[in-house]
């Protein structure tokens, strides 16, 4: 249906929009007056249990007196008292039954479910399930929580109809509640912030589609410490924010006033809505680190408000509360079969008759821990890792202990859950203490820092980052070309999804399972974490697939239009349409490229096009079917179809999708098997280059790694081209530049080289085709791959090498450019240890002449560097060393799993900068300079610098740690730097908000020094940074790992560890992990210590201000400056571009077929209607004259990256104006290049005339983007989710990636334009979800506000006023079925939407 219909007239929407605004005004209204009778229903509800439990205890008393005279001691099942509530004026001791089950640890997943492997463990989850459910139903008045999805979701599919609908009677009656919610209890330290809200998710969810519930408390009781993210997510970001009503005393009237909204209409609307969180009301665990605790109980501030985020202050507050006793119960008060704590005994006709015993020990306990919490209710958690596995022994107890307890009087025990707790503490209406950022390091005593985890299994963390990565990916295309026609058919019992099943859906169960505490954390035993492993390849190699056809789908030509549009939900692309079959004597650059391959070749191919005929050609080449897979191994230079010997007329297809919603250029790096090949783009050209050794790993190493992932019988040298064992076997690499759109496929031809004079020819047409721009190729010059061996350059007489600075050719495709290079400069004296960084910047009109690279790619030396404008400089090293593990031989505290104990502060340098033993090789070449430094015979450091750009890599190799010499060893790259930083440093919170550390200290209490080294150590998922007052020194990581500044200046990050020794936190197993290969007819395998391989990205910025004075954006380069991205800016992009990279897959096919395919072979969301750039001077000029208009006004980025400022249309009747005279804008343009096409079309003609060339074949293959640029979100936002939920609807989160204040320009709102994001899909309607997309956001009840002990201050209260104002504005645009659908989002905001498309 066209929007235009839905609404005849703006008066007629007008007064539709009163009606519901007045309609939704009097539900608000009702919700609010219901709402003021909240406590006193809670009120009405305790007075008349307190009254009941007297009467039943004047009742019972004699009643079980009488019974137990007459029958023998009188115990019978359901003569005890449970139904106990609240009593006001006692302490009221809430039991909550729960058991808490680990998705993996001492054993697997499966076995802890089937209860298998019991010689580890004694646990089986679906018998606990199943006699918990049978002993809830015998007696109403039972309680149970369950938390974790992953094994609940199990037991309920197997479940017949008449046991599902007992459970559901339970869940309804309130006895099972739904605590947490999610797959599992996700760790908060390794965790990433996407991965912590897909898991949650997908449990939230389901729980929602079956039972029609929304679990109120986040239930984190086992993690090894909390984050600052965990805290937010759970709260604020689920929806709306509050809006506050709070004194403003300018005039020291003391009234309570508002800044509403001018438009009185919106005022019900905001009642209802505006003061809803979407989230958790509290969370609660069970570790803080040990003097926390004890200032916390003797402080009675074990109960608190945690605030997580300093940008969102009090609109990401939430209750939150430290456990007494651990997770468990009191000490004797445990009642699982094989404990030992004594039972409730009440038979006075037996033995060991304790009642009055267990009665007087209850009070004491209880009475105890109340001297440590505010308010007279407190929680004893009754239960225990897999508890409950018999129920009636933990049932029996406390009905007896509940009964006995209340007949006795001094306190009030009842069966209870978390949100009946809270609700308790909320109707106290008692002042709380304010928390503020996180609660890492955690330690549990002063030497049992808990932050070895933080680095343990750093292979394994990677691969959970890879397998997010793809699986987001894999989502992505999934929705975008849709289920039905990936062949994921009928309705199925689809877990992730809510119609035909996903195939990304084993991966996302596997990943949810993988953010389980014990499992991305790296403290599971040797053979779970290969199970975790194992189920997250079997869901990747499903999701590859997945993500390689919807590839094949999106760039392939298809000559079935209708199956696109029917069954895509972003069904009517342009690309979905048929391309119209050429003329014979047309041809594409690519087909003249191919052409002239060689004598040989070219005849073949004209021979082959002329037997067919122009028309027969076209139609032969859709039966092209190209096969694309992806290369996971290729981090170990092992990828058989990159390395596919290219000699015999074979071309490598290699396309590349980007997930991120921005245009990016990056460089595609992948194996390949001789120096001998170039890069064509999809246009014919021929683009830069560059072949690299590849001498991360030994070669027998490699081999060794490769025949453990594909069995014993691999020939990895083989399958790269070359003999076995022989001079071939070296490992190379290519690089080249990528411009992918985005959210699009962008694909590149890898071809092998001919003679010298053959490739001139072909070099030389293609710059013809570029404008004349001369593409050099790799190769042409002896020294492009090379080694430093002191024999060229006259480097030899000089100790300092530098590499890095600007590119060689500026300004074209297949290089970078940017307006700042970074230079590093090494010492041979020091054995090839790095020196220095400068960060040059480019002077107004400089060339390449001037400060740039020299013909052959040499770099200016270091004084002529500092001489150039710098940017940023200072002095920085990189140095190795390691830490020797503590045995616990000297006290019981070793390094372990969780604990990271050194035994001495300082660690064991490793070729100290004295040394000169360093192997040392030096890669000069058109893209990339690189230093390859063989540090020690187990570790290998190349160090790289991409021309033209800011930053640097490090690629690294650590492994087989040696510990034959009896020390486990942690090991870890310190970059020292003479930077000032005043014992502070700054560590990513879950990837989200960067907090700032400072050494050796704790804002919560006075710290004791004990360990200098662990108690510094902090969780990092993305990066790290220390900064002065000028230059900020930053490092990104590929992974989770831990890190600290021990020094000022200097950053240290832990890389590997192998250890000897457990640290007796239950893992029972050290920490020693290997690689195997089992051989035929050997009866032992082989086995060698891992190899950790990895990528750190670093880099010397300007320190990002506040106050405007650095920055990036239009507004600069409008004035001529050359502006220079800040620190803040280059950490935001590229920590999105590391956890989101390009995803390469390759095909192999032959020369000929390709040049005569009619497939397209470039994709994306093309862009609006609109033919201006957002940010013209069109656009501005327009801004000027309609400032009297309302408006929603925000800063925007450009397509170029660029920020400017963009305004949307007021009206509907505007927008498309607008769209339509783009539209009469862009048809003139078209009309002109269809011209200019054919004039083309007929030089082409008459040149094959003069040539005498044969054939035709369509031109489908160069690169036919939109003649518009596709819309790019903000660069400030990125799309963590897009999800087919069924079809023609899908799952979109977009996330704010900045902090408030931390850039002066991307810090700022941003707005999404959903119709542009979707351009060529009419949505039909947008709902806002909450952030777990478990419920409407206008249908959320209200939150729970908690008064505090620390006033707000004057200016938050009126940020909170502004905040809800804006609220309003901003629900106008969403939850609707009428456009236009925009999207604004503050800064470090995520919001979910369902979005509906017209079918």
């Known amino acids: 249906m066209e929007r235009s219909s839905r609404c005849a007239s703006r008066s007629r929407c007008r007064i539709l929009s009163f009606v519901l605004a007045a309609c939704i005004g009097f539900a608000a209204i009702a919700a609010v007056i219901a709402g003021k009778h909240e406590h006193r229903h809670y009120k009405q509800h305790e007075n008349h249990q307190q009254h009941r439990h007297h009467h039943r205890e004047r009742h019972h008393d004699h009643h079980d007196h009488h019974d137990h005279e007459h029958e023998g001691g009188g115990w019978r099942p359901g003569r005890y008292n449970t139904r106990a509530g609240p009593v006001e004026g006692k302490l009221n001791v809430h039991l909550v039954a729960h058991s808490h089950d680990d998705v993996g640890w001492l054993k697997t997943v499966d076995q802890y479910y089937v209860g298998s492997n019991n010689s580890i463990q004694v646990a089986a989850v679906q018998y606990i399930l199943d006699t918990v459910v049978e002993q809830l139903s015998l007696d109403p008045n039972r309680k149970f929580i369950q938390v974790e999805q992953g094994f609940f979701q199990r037991w309920w599919r197997r479940q017949p109809k008449d046991v599902r609908r007992v459970v559901r009677r339970l869940v309804k009656n309130g006895q099972l509640e739904f605590t947490n919610g999610g797959w599992c209890m996700h760790d908060e330290a390794a965790t990433h912030y996407a991965d912590m809200v897909h898991q949650m998710s997908l449990g939230l969810r389901l729980i929602r589609r079956q039972f029609g519930q929304v679990p109120r408390i986040a239930w984190q009781i086992d993690p090894f410490g909390h984050s600052a993210v965990q805290g937010y997510l759970i709260s604020a970001l689920g929806g709306f924010h509050a809006m506050f009503f709070a004194r403003a005393d300018d005039q020291g009237s003391g009234e309570w006033h508002c800044d509403l909204p001018s438009n009185i209409l919106l005022l019900p609307l905001l009642l209802e809505i505006g003061c809803n969180s979407g989230g958790f009301d509290a969370v609660f665990f069970a570790r803080a680190d040990y003097e926390d605790s004890e200032a916390r109980y003797r402080e009675r501030t074990a109960e608190f408000v945690w605030r997580g985020s300093e940008t969102l202050k009090q609109q990401a507050e939430v209750f939150g509360g430290r456990l007494y006793v651990h997770y468990l119960p009191p000490d004797s008060f445990r009642y699982d079969t094989n404990n030992w704590d004594p039972p409730v005994q009440d038979d006075p006709e037996l033995y060991d008759y304790n009642v009055q015993e267990r009665v007087d020990k209850f009070v004491e306990t209880a009475l105890k821990q109340a001297e440590s919490y505010r308010t007279n209710h407190i929680m004893w958690t009754m239960g225990d890792d897999f508890a409950y596995s018999n129920a009636i022994t933990w049932f029996r107890n406390m009905d007896k202990l509940i009964h006995y307890v209340n007949r006795d009087g001094r306190v009030n025990a009842l069966y209870s859950t978390p949100s009946i707790y809270v609700d308790a503490k909320h109707h106290a209406n008692e002042s709380w203490p304010l928390k503020t950022g996180d609660f890492f390091p955690y330690a549990d005593c002063p030497h049992c820092y808990w932050t070895g985890y933080f680095s343990s299994r750093p292979a394994f963390k990677r691969y959970v980052r890879t397998c997010s990565a793809l699986l987001l990916a894999a989502q992505q295309v999934e929705a975008l070309v849709g289920r039905s026609r990936l062949g994921r058919g009928g309705e199925g019992a689809a877990v992730a999804g809510e119609g035909r099943e996903s195939g990304a859906e084993e991966l996302e169960e596997a990943m949810a399972v993988a953010q389980h505490h014990d499992s991305v954390s790296g403290t599971a035993k040797q053979h779970v974490n290969d199970d975790y492993t194992l189920r997250l390849y079997r869901g990747a190699v499903k999701a590859s697939s997945l993500l390689t056809e919807a590839i094949r789908c999106m760039i392939y030509r298809q000559s079935e239009a209708d199956t696109w549009q029917s069954q895509s939900p972003l069904r009517q692309m342009p690309s979905s349409q048929p391309l119209s079959s050429p003329s014979p004597a047309t041809t594409s650059p690519l087909m003249r490229a191919l052409g002239k391959r060689g004598a040989a070749a070219a005849a073949g191919a004209a021979g082959a096009a002329g037997a067919v005929g122009g028309g027969q050609a076209a139609r032969s080449s859709r039966s092209l079917k190209l096969s694309f897979e992806m290369c996971p191994l290729s981090n170990i230079s092992f990828c058989p179809p990159s390395q596919t010997d290219l000699q015999d007329g074979k071309v490598l297809v290699v396309a590349v999708y980007n997930p991120l919603a921005w245009a990016r250029k990056e460089i595609v790096r992948f194996p390949v098997s001789t120096a001998d090949v170039e890069v064509m783009n999809a246009s014919g050209a021929i683009i830069p280059s560059q072949v690299l050794p590849d001498t991360l790993l030994l070669p027998t190493t490699r081999s060794f790694l490769i025949q453990a992932y594909d069995g014993p019988d691999a020939e990895p040298d083989a399958a790269a081209g070359a003999e076995p064992g022989g001079?071939?076997?070296?490992?190379?690499?290519?690089?080249?530049?990528?411009?992918?759109?985005?959210?699009?496929?962008?694909?590149?031809?890898?071809?092998?080289?001919?003679?010298?004079?053959?490739?001139?020819?072909?070099?030389?047409?293609?710059?013809?085709?570029?404008?004349?721009?001369?593409?050099?190729?790799?190769?042409?010059?002896?020294?492009?791959?090379?080694?430093?061996?002191?024999?060229?350059?006259?480097?030899?007489?000089?100790?300092?090498?530098?590499?890095?600075?600007?590119?060689?050719?500026?300004?074209?495709?297949?290089?970078?450019?940017?307006?700042?290079?970074?230079?590093?400069?090494?010492?041979?004296?020091?054995?090839?240890?790095?020196?220095?960084?400068?960060?040059?910047?480019?002077?107004?009109?400089?060339?390449?002449?001037?400060?740039?690279?020299?013909?052959?790619?040499?770099?200016?030396?270091?004084?002529?560097?500092?001489?150039?404008?710098?940017?940023?400089?200072?002095?920085?090293?990189?140095?190795?060393?390691?830490?020797?593990?503590?045995?616990?031989?000297?006290?019981?505290?070793?390094?372990?799993?969780?604990?990271?104990?050194?035994?001495?502060?300082?660690?064991?340098?490793?070729?100290?900068?004295?040394?000169?033993?360093?192997?040392?090789?030096?890669?000069?070449?058109?893209?990339?300079?690189?230093?390859?430094?063989?540090?020690?015979?187990?570790?290998?450091?190349?160090?790289?610098?991409?021309?033209?750009?800011n930053y640097a890599e490090m690629e690294y190799a650590v492994g087989p740690v040696p510990v034959d010499d009896g020390f486990g060893k942690e090991v870890v790259v310190r970059l020292s730097s003479s930077l000032a930083s005043n014992a502070t440093f700054?560590?990513?919170?879950?990837?989200?908000?960067?907090?700032?550390?400072?050494?050796?200290?704790?804002?919560?209490?006075?710290?004791?020094?004990?360990?200098?080294?662990?108690?510094?150590?902090?969780?990092?998922?993305?990066?790290?940074?220390?900064?002065?007052?000028?230059?900020?020194?930053?490092?990104?990581?590929?992974?989770?790992?831990?890190?600290?500044?021990?020094?000022?200046?200097?950053?240290?990050?832990?890389?590997?560890?192998?250890?000897?020794?457990?640290?007796?936190?239950?893992?029972?197993?050290?920490?020693?992990?290997?690689?195997?290969?089992?051989?035929?007819?050997?009866?032992?395998?082989?086995?060698?210590?891992?190899?950790?391989?990895?990528?750190?990205?670093?880099?010397?910025?300007?320190?990002?201000?506040?106050?405007?004075?650095?920055?990036?954006?239009?507004?600069?380069?409008?004035?001529?400056?050359?502006?220079?991205e800040a620190a803040a800016e280059w950490r935001r992009g590229n920590i999105q571009r590391i956890f989101s990279p390009l995803q390469v897959a390759f095909a192999v096919e032959n020369e000929e077929a390709l040049a005569a395919e009619g497939g397209r072979y470039t994709w994306h969301i093309p862009g609006t209607q609109d033919s201006k750039p957002v940010g013209s001077t069109e656009s501005m000029e327009s801004r000027e004259t309609r400032e009297s208009r309302e408006s929603v006004l925000s800063m925007q980025l450009s397509g170029k990256g660029g920020r400017v400022m963009k305004e949307e249309s007021s009206s509907e009747e505007e927008r498309r104006e607008e769209e339509m005279e783009d539209e009469e804008g862009g048809g003139a343009e078209e009309d002109k290049e269809e011209t200019e096409q054919e004039e083309q079309q007929e030089e082409e003609e008459a040149e094959e005339a003069e040539g005498g060339r044969e054939g035709g074949v369509a031109d489908s293959f160069e690169e036919r983007t939109s003649k518009r640029p596709a819309y790019e979100l903000p660069r400030s936002v990125a799309i963590i989710t897009l999800q087919e939920l069924h079809e023609y609807k899908v799952l979109l989160r977009l996330a704010h990636l900045y902090e408030a204040e931390e850039d002066p320009l991307l810090s700022q709102p941003a707005l999404v334009n959903l119709d542009r994001l979707f351009a060529h899909q009419e949505i039909e309607k947008v709902t806002e979800l909450s952030l777990m997309a478990n419920q409407k956001l206008l249908k959320m009840r209200p939150p729970m506000k908690w008064r505090t002990e620390q006033l707000a201050s004057k200016s938050e209260v009126h940020e909170d006023v502004n905040a809800a104002n804006k609220e309003v504005r901003r629900m106008q645009a969403l939850n609707s079925t009428e456009g236009p659908f925009i999207v604004e989002l503050g800064p470090m905001e995520i919001r979910t939407f369902a979005i509906q498309f017209d079918d």
């Not at 791959?785 to 060229?792: I, L, P, S």
């Not at 970078?816 to 910047?841: C, D, P, Y």
């Not at 799993?897 to 360093?918: C, E, K, L, Q, W």
Request: aromatic share 6%; proline share 5%.
């Open 727 to 949: 001079a071939g076997s070296e490992a190379l690499s290519l690089v080249f530049w990528a411009d992918a759109p985005p959210l699009g496929v962008a694909s590149f031809f890898v071809l092998y080289k001919y003679p010298e004079g053959r490739t001139e020819e072909r070099v030389k047409e293609g710059a013809e085709q570029e404008g004349g721009v001369d593409r050099r190729v790799l190769g042409d010059e002896p020294e492009a791959v090379g080694q430093d061996n002191g024999m060229h350059g006259g480097e030899e007489e000089e100790d300092e090498i530098v590499i890095g600075g600007w590119a060689e050719v500026e300004g074209r495709e297949g290089s970078s450019s940017g307006s700042s290079a970074l230079t590093l400069s090494f010492s041979r004296a020091q054995g090839g240890r790095m020196t220095r960084a400068v960060l040059l910047k480019r002077e107004q009109g400089q060339g390449e002449a001037e400060g740039g690279m020299g013909a052959r790619g040499e770099v200016p030396s270091a004084k002529a560097a500092a001489a150039a404008a710098a940017a940023a400089a200072a002095d920085v090293s990189i140095e190795w060393a390691w830490y020797n593990a503590s045995d616990g031989k000297a006290s019981r505290e070793a390094s372990g799993a969780y604990i990271f104990r050194p035994t001495s502060p300082d660690p064991v340098p490793i070729n100290p900068p004295n040394s000169t033993a360093s192997s040392l090789q030096v890669v000069r070449g058109p893209l990339v300079d690189e230093v390859h430094r063989q540090v020690a015979p187990w570790i290998k450091e190349i160090v790289r610098v991409y021309k033209g750009t």
């Open 986 to 1124: 700054f560590t990513d919170s879950n990837g989200r908000d960067f907090i700032q550390r400072t050494r050796n200290f704790r804002a919560d209490w006075n710290l004791t020094v004990t360990e200098p080294t662990a108690g510094n150590y902090y969780p990092v998922n993305s990066g790290i940074y220390l900064h002065d007052k000028a230059t900020d020194l930053s490092v990104l990581v590929d992974r989770a790992t831990g890190a600290s500044s021990l020094n000022d200046g200097q950053l240290e990050l832990m890389l590997h560890r192998r250890l000897l020794h457990d640290d007796h936190r239950g893992v029972a197993e050290a920490l020693n992990e290997r690689v195997c290969v089992g051989r035929r007819g050997e009866q032992q395998p082989q086995c060698m210590g891992l190899v950790v391989a990895g990528t750190l990205r670093f880099g010397l910025h300007p320190h990002t201000r506040s106050d405007g004075g650095v920055g990036s954006g239009e507004v600069e380069e409008a004035r001529g400056e050359e502006v220079v």
